[in-house]
Structure formats: structure tokens, C-alpha cells
């Protein structure tokens, strides 16, 4: 992480200006300035860098309409003029249905209602033409319904299976390795198993289950990310198969019924 010395440096160097005249633009001596971004001399040798206070800090976000999160390492964006332009995660989602009583209900995404979710995700009377039903064991958040298209995730769910998300309220509580519902600007709704890169590169990496090599791996950008959803349970209507170990137990607990069928008649005889 860049320090703030290292952020105004940055600043200095976007709008083409020396220490200086970057110096005059917010009202304090070249000295101070320099002292912030190379340090003051030590006896020793060395150069020890002098931390800016409140009021040079207030005047370079005046002066040239700094970001103050990029500042103090919260964004990578400088400007505030981009900062506006650029898609902010929500805590909460956006619309939500409730029962008569006031609690919540999960609402149903079916396959052929994805495409109009992209659009009124945050629009309440888009939500209500929506089928919405109410779970008492879902409880401990907000949680939606989306119904799996495709084969992407085979191995572990089936096209036409449910599963059912938590609503994710912060980028950092996404856990490496377990299988979310990403709603993106770019991608529309897809289930993914996701590995959590935002800190270091502002990114997600997707990964299908399915292996037989026409599902690539690939990454979508924090900023086109509108909705995140943990999926916690699923409902499918696929009966797995047997595994080959139960086949085989199967198979050994039949001949030991036979085998002691054989043994009580030779004992009757």
C-alpha cells in the first residue's frame, strides 16, 4: 500500500507541477512540501519525511478536487469527479419483499427472468411481479432465490436446480473457494465458485465446477459488480447416483445374507 507521501507525489506528478508550484497552488512554503515527499536532512545522513498535517491535507482536497479515500488508501480513485462515475457496492440490496407481518421474504429469480432482473434488480414494482415466498429457517440475513441455467457448475448442481443466496453486504466477507450468485453489469446473473482478489487487484476470479473444458476461468472488476449473494442451501430435481462404494457394499451385504442363509440351512439339516 502507498503511503501518503507516495499519494501526493502522485498528485504532483498528475498535474504536471515540481514541488514548488504545487507548494503556491495550496498556500504553504515549497519547504513544507518537500519535507513531506523527499524529508528533511538528518544528521546522520539520512531523511526523515515530515506527515502532513489536517490543514495541508484540506487544502490539497480543495485545491485540486482529490478523492479523500484515495488519500488515506481507502480507493484507488484520485479525482472526486470520478469517483462519482464509478459504481459503489451496496450494504443492502436495494429492494426487498416483506410478508404482511413485516418479515422477510426470499424472492424467486427463475432462469427466464434473468435478463429483466439485470434492469430492475433495484426496482421495487419489477421485485414485486417476482414469485416471493416466506422461510422461517432462512432467517439470519436477506435471501434470494435463483434458479441454475446451464451446465457450468455440473458436478455440483444441475441445470433447473434452485439455490438459495444470503445477501453478501461486504466485498471483503467473500470466502476463497465457496460458490456464489454474481449479479454484474456485464455478465448478468451467473453461479460461480469465486476466489476474492478485490483487495489486491480489485478483482474476482470465476471458476465453474464443471471440467470438461468450456467453462475458462475468468475475472470480473469490483465496479461492475451490483449484487453478491452466498448460496447456502440448494433444492435440485437430481437423484445422485450411487457411488461405486455403496454399489460395492451393496454387493458384499448381499452375499452376506446369502452366505448366512447357507450356513443356517446346513446347521437345519
Known sequence: MEHIDEKITAI???????????????????????????????????????????????????????????????SPVMLKSEVSNTPTYSG????????????????????????????????????????????PQLNNGTFRCFEVQGNSMVRTFFDGDMVFGRYVEDFSDIKDGRVYV??????GVVLKRVINRIEERGKLILKSDNKDGNYPTYTINAEDIMEVWYVTMFASKQMPEPVDVYDRLHELESKIVDLQQLVSQKSQN
Not at 99 to 108: D, I, K, M, Q, R
Not at 109 to 127: C, M
Open 92 to 135: 443492502m440490496p436495494q429492494v426487498i419483499s416483506t410478508t404482511p407481518e413485516g418479515e422477510e421474504n426470499v424472492v424467486y429469480v427463475p432462469a427466464k427472468a434473468r435478463a429483466g432482473y439485470l434492469d430492475g434488480y433495484g426496482d421495487a414494482e419489477y421485485i414485486e411481479t417476482l414469485p416471493a415466498f416466506h422461510m
Open 182 to 187: 454474481i449479479i454484474s453489469k456485464n455478465d
Open 12 to 74: 504532483i506528478n498528475h498535474f504536471n507541477l515540481n514541488n514548488y508550484a504545487f507548494s503556491k497552488r495550496i498556500g504553504v512554503t515549497g519547504t513544507t512540501i518537500d519535507s513531506i515527499v523527499n524529508g528533511r536532512p538528518q544528521s546522520d545522513g539520512s531523511r526523515k519525511k515530515t506527515k502532513p498535517g489536517y490543514d495541508v491535507l484540506s487544502a490539497i482536497i480543495d485545491e485540486f478536487d482529490i478523492n479523500p479515500d484515495y488519500l488515506f488508501g481507502k
